[in-house]
């Protein structure tokens, strides 16, 4: 084959069948190199071609034109093109050349950013990913994209919509890492921190041989979102790799050192940490986390209070907690009570406030519902890893790989035969 005319004729020839269909893939693999030599000239062929009809054929053609450096001019051409064929393009044929369609795809993230309109890009990549899936438990390197998105346009209930989803099944650690790691951030955004930390706690602990920039990054917001969630930072798992837990605490001192302050319950120790690593801080765009780490403390320190009081004044409190005054101490009280943190009512005749036990009986049928679907998505979730226990075990790669680990003995490793036997 020995020009783009003949590729293209082969494309509307050869998209009919599926038989065709898989017998263009092999012939559209063998042009791939007149196709990416061309680049520049591919616009009017794709003209020719319907990104429906024509769908493995298109996506060959428009990741090969779209290789070449696009004119910030023509940005918005090249964003259009690619959503129209994202929209109608067949699900079965881009997953016959994955990688094509990865690509065309990291492109329109690409000119979405380079015009500073990511809000564009977050409808056609959920698009892309649904397509590109073969479950929804599948993470596809199509998932980190689509997240970094949502956080550029701060779109971040548009991210949950993909987190909410349980994976088991990813291709590239790469990928992983990076999933885990925005959607953390994106959790964040939205102030769930609980789900925050889980997904940090994953890019944390996950295997690694040598330490990534990733995991470095994790971290440092996972002791941030630990102190303002829980106000302590937990210590390494066991499955954790031993690279993370040798090295990580090097390369994250100053979050340590805020961990450690944070501990004492002391204001004036966060504020002398946070003076002294304001830098860092603002370089790792973690001041905002740290500052609500700051504002968490008067929190925590309110409901300790809880724990050994049952009446106290805002003056007390304010006096005790470090505030400047009663009024900020009954600003703290309300939005601690409005949250749920705290259970109490405060006297607004004589200033002083009433802690409560949690009036949660947990016999209420919306809780009893509650409680039964979380009970019957955790045994679907451990009939799901008995199947993958049983796979990996089945697999003849760990099978492999599990022989040459196992301890070697030698016959002298074993007991001498009992002379009753011989």
Not at 273 to 288: A, V
Request: aromatic residues 8%.
């Amino acid at each position: 084959m020995d020009s783009v005319e003949t590729v293209i004729a082969q494309i509307q020839g050869l998209s009919g069948s599926v038989d065709d269909i898989i017998h263009l893939n092999a012939v559209l693999n063998q042009a791939d190199e007149i196709l990416q030599s061309q680049a520049q000239r591919l616009g009017p062929f794709l003209e020719q071609l319907d990104p429906s009809k024509h769908c493995l054929g298109y996506l060959y053609v428009l990741e090969a034109y779209t290789s070449s450096q696009i004119p910030k001019e023509r940005a918005s051409d090249i964003i259009r093109t690619i959503v129209r064929y994202i929209n109608s393009c067949s699900a079965e044929q881009i997953r016959l050349a994955p990688e094509k369609f990865v690509s065309v795809c990291r492109r329109l993230k690409d000119q979405v950013m380079l015009l500073q309109v990511p809000i564009q890009g977050i409808a056609p990549m959920r698009t892309a990913i649904r397509k590109l899936q073969p479950s929804t438990e599948y993470l596809t390197a199509l998932h980190p994209e689509f997240l970094l998105l949502c956080l550029l346009a701060k779109c971040y209930k548009a991210g949950l919509s993909v987190l909410e989803e349980d994976i088991f099944e990813a291709d590239h650690p790469k990928d992983f890492f990076l999933y885990y790691y925005y959607g953390g951030m994106i959790n964040i955004g939205h102030k769930r921190f609980h789900k925050a930390l889980e997904f940090l706690h994953n890019a944390v602990t996950a295997p690694m041989s040598v330490l990534n920039s990733i995991a470095v990054e994790a971290y440092k917001k996972y002791i941030l979102v630990s102190l303002i969630h829980n106000g302590q930072v937990p210590s390494f798992p066991k499955y954790t790799s031993s690279v993370a837990q040798r090295n990580l605490k090097s390369y994250t001192q100053p979050y340590i050192d805020l961990a450690n302050g944070y501990t004492t319950g002391k204001i004036s120790e966060i504020e002398s940490c946070l003076e002294t690593n304001m830098e860092k801080f603002k370089s790792d765009n973690n001041l905002g986390l740290v500052k609500q780490v700051f504002s968490s403390l008067y929190k925590r320190n309110i409901q300790r209070l809880t724990q050994t009081y049952l009446t106290l004044s805002l003056q007390d409190i304010a006096n005790t907690v470090q505030l400047q005054n009663s009024k900020q101490a009954e600003m703290h009280v309300l939005q601690m009570i409005q949250d749920g943190e705290i259970f109490a009512t405060i006297n607004q005749k004589d200033g002083m406030v009433s802690f409560h036990e949690d009036p949660e009986q947990y016999k209420t049928c919306e809780m009893i519902e509650h409680i039964d679907a979380s009970i019957q998505r955790i045994m679907t979730l451990s009939k799901k890893l008995s199947a993958i226990d049983e796979n990996i075990s089945c697999d003849p790669t760990y099978l492999a790989k599990a022989g040459r680990e196992r301890q070697r003995f030698d016959i002298d490793d074993f007991d001498s035969v009992p002379q009753k036997f011989m």
